[in-house]
């Protein structure tokens, strides 16, 4: 089975503190993902990885940003946490090309909140 | 803005009753797929739609794909308290550079199906 394993489930964070989500995959795939997931408004994407050392902003990279310095790793850092960035954090991971039955597959999501 | 618009956005419903929701753009799919969320869970596939006017049934669950491919929906026949969760669209988009295709995902569509 295809696991993508978030560190950490639940964190609090104060206001300005450095904050880093890690996410693991072990099925040597080359796409890596971070969304945010808030009520009404879906997955949003704020960062994706193709490849290692490369990255490319989603929708909302704002107050983000990602390192992928190996393949089955990829950390969403946020530089200084802020209350608006209090949410949930999904990490997903995919082959690189999608064909009808393919998917990416998430991980179990990591709660945020920043006080 | 979303998209992709999902409606409705919160349903409750009693046990046995049928259901429908739908997800609809502006703009032409490639290929669509529908995704189930469970609480403290990521998002799993459920199905991938490719073809306009294109219906695929998984157990109770019917997909549909918009002969235009602008829109689909999912019915629910005889819901059970199992098919509780978050409901997901997803437009699979074309390839990025070298990123391969990505997911865009509506708000999503919450469903509680009472006993």
């Known amino acids: 089975d295809v696991k993508v394993t978030q560190s950490s489930r639940y964190l609090v964070k104060r206001t300005g503190e450095k904050v880093f989500l890690e996410c693991v995959q072990d099925?040597?795939?080359?796409?890596m993902f971070w969304y945010r997931q808030d009520p009404g408004l879906g997955l949003r994407l704020i960062y994706f990885s193709y490849d290692v050392k490369m990255k490319e902003k989603g929708d909302i990279p704002e107050g983000y940003s990602v390192s992928r310095e190996k393949k089955e790793r990829f950390s969403l850092i946020l530089e200084s946490a802020s209350t608006n960035q209090t949410s949930m954090y999904l990490c997903?991971?995919?082959?690189?090309?999608?064909?009808?039955?393919?998917?990416?597959?998430f991980g179990e999501g990591s709660w945020l909140t920043v006080v | 803005t979303q998209l992709l618009e999902q409606s409705p956005q919160f349903l409750s419903i009693q046990e046995g009753e049928n259901l429908t929701v739908y997800c609809n753009s502006s703009?032409?799919?490639?290929?669509l797929q529908w995704y189930r969320q469970e609480p403290g869970e990521g998002p799993v596939l459920l199905v991938t739609v490719v073809t306009g006017g294109e219906v695929k049934k998984l157990k109770r669950l019917t997909f549909q794909f918009g002969d235009a491919r602008k829109d689909s929906s999912l019915h629910i026949t005889a819901a059970q308290p199992g098919d509780t969760g978050l409901y997901l669209c997803a437009r699979v988009s074309p390839p990025i550079r070298n990123a391969g295709n990505m997911l865009t995902f509506g708000g999503g569509t919450r469903l509680m199906v009472k006993p």
């Open positions: 997903a991971s995919g082959a690189r090309q999608f064909f009808s039955g393919n998917t990416i597959y």
């Open positions: 703009s032409v799919f490639s290929s």
């Open positions: 099925m040597d795939h080359e796409n």
